[in-house]
């Protein structure tokens, strides 16, 4: 009775360290699984977006009214003071906004006014654009190449950039 209690208690342990070794095991593939993705999220992604851009003349009336748009979400006033100035912001301060696309993901929009902090990021289908400063906007890819960057907007409006060339990005990718 001794023995078979003790055969009993030693198959039990056994069975229980054999499960602590599946899950062990288990908990490291996934570990490892859930590294490269996101390892492939930083890598995965078309370098030629990487640089400063500025919105090109053709688009510069139509980011004005997206612009107006967002902010008669949140802001009715100042759409209302966006569109007072409108024929000046489309002429002199649109077209001076650069986007800067860094490697590590960061993300500076240069206006007269300032720089403005944020992050970007493209879906893993490289369809979507998605750009947090002060709120999350997503964007629709159209096109990008090596000097241009076309989007659609939430509202519908397509948009393009063009590559600011002779100006460096920061590449900090880990």
Do not use: H
């Not at 360290?17 to 078309?46: D, G, R, W, Y």
């Not at 002199?92 to 300032?114: A, H, K, M, R, V």
């Not at 369809?127 to 629709?140: A, F, H, P, Q, W």
């Not at 960057?149 to 060339?165: P, R, S, Y």
């Amino acid at each position: 009775m001794a023995l078979q209690k003790s055969f009993n208690l030693n198959t039990f342990v056994c069975k229980k360290k054999n499960q602590l070794i599946m899950k062990t095991k288990l908990t490291i593939v996934v570990s490892f699984l859930i590294i490269n993705f996101l390892n492939a999220q930083k890598t995965n992604f078309p370098k030629n977006i990487v640089g400063f851009w500025k919105i090109s003349e053709k688009s510069t009336e139509v980011y004005f009214l997206d612009l107006v748009e967002n902010y008669k979400r949140s802001d009715v006033a100042l759409a209302g003071q966006l569109e007072s100035q409108k024929d000046v912001l489309i002429k002199s301060y649109i077209p001076e906004i650069q986007y800067q696309f860094n490697e590590d993901f960061s993300l500076n929009i240069i206006t007269p006014q300032g720089a403005q902090n944020g992050t970007w990021q493209i879906s893993s289908d490289q369809k979507e654009l998605s750009l947090v400063s002060t709120r999350t906007i997503k964007y629709k890819i159209v096109n990008l190449s090596p000097s241009d960057l076309t989007i659609t907007t939430e509202f519908g409006k397509t948009i393009t950039f063009e590559k600011v060339k002779g100006k460096e990005s920061k590449a900090n990718i880990d």
